[in-house]
Nanobody, 119 residues
Framework: QVQLVQTGGGLVQTGGSLRLSCTISGGPFSPYAMAWFRQAPGKEREFVAS????????YYTDSVKGRFTISIDVAKNTVYLQMNNLKPEDTSVYYCGAKPTHLGGYDYWGQGTQVTVSS
């Protein structure tokens, strides 16, 4: 049973940094892509960033470009989200997702982790 286990998150002041981690367990499982999404209270879940597992191509939503970096450590089956220059509007619950193939969507999800940015 594939599981995604998230660590990181917490409370930080505006301009601060945090790093989120998401480790795949229950393999063997090599996803086509991994991504981070976030969901603020009363809002829909939104895409933040994604990375292909083998080609290492990355995509970001416009609001985080230049501030967030997604990366992977294949040997550790882990994807990271380095978040710098955080803003209050980044406050959300962050979820990692795994996309098994190039078809379909993100079928596996982490448990979510709270990121709160104080002004």
């Amino acid at each position: 049973q594939v599981q995604l286990v998230q660590t990181g998150g917490g409370l930080v002041q505006t301009g601060g940094s945090l790093r989120l981690s998401c480790t795949i367990s229950g393999g063997p499982f090599s996803p086509y892509a991994m991504a981070w999404f976030r969901q603020a209270p009363g809002k829909e879940r939104e895409f933040v960033a994604s990375i292909r597992w083998t080609i290492i191509s990355t995509y970001y939503t416009d609001s985080v470009k230049g501030r967030f970096t997604i990366s992977i450590d294949v040997a550790k089956n882990t994807v990271y989200l380095q978040m710098n220059n955080l803003k209050p509007e980044d406050t959300s619950v962050y979820y990692c997702g795994a996309k098994p193939t190039h078809l379909g969507g993100y079928d596996y999800w982490g448990q979510g982790t709270q990121v709160t940015v104080s002004s």
